[in-house]
């Protein structure tokens, strides 16, 4: 399973960035499209899930700002960050699952960065 993640950046404080994820090797068959994020000295936390049907998760405290969205053409999975805090400054990773599978499968993180 391949996923590339792109997007991450230095940001300052309110603004915005959108992070993307390409999942290839194998492309068919993908349940949920999810982002976590890790922060320095912090365990890794789900950001937002979205299902092959465009049903989503955001977790409570990021919803208004973080929203996800899907291309089941393309397989890719973005995730748009308004009004972003120092707080939100994180590696980012996208995660897949498919259908008939527990297993999540990661991509390699991305490194947002907000500045005060």
């Known amino acids: 399973v391949q996923l590339q993640a792109s997007g991450g950046g230095l940001v300052q404080a309110g603004g915005s960035l959108r992070l993307s994820c390409t999942a290839s090797r194998p492309s068919l068959g993908i349940n949920t499209m999810r982002w976590y994020r890790q922060a320095p000295g912090s365990e890794r936390e789900l950001v937002a899930s979205?299902?092959?049907?465009?049903?989503?998760n955001i977790a409570d405290s990021l919803k208004g700002r973080f929203t996800i969205s899907r291309d089941n053409a393309k397989n890719t999975v973005d995730l748009q960050m308004n009004s972003l805090k120092p707080e939100d400054t994180a590696v980012y990773y996208c995660?897949?699952?498919?259908?008939?599978?527990?297993?999540?499968?990661w991509g390699q993180g991305t490194l947002v960065t907000v500045s005060s």
């Open positions: 979205i299902f092959r049907s465009g049903y989503t």
């Open positions: 995660a897949i699952t498919y259908y008939g599978r527990d297993e999540l499968y």
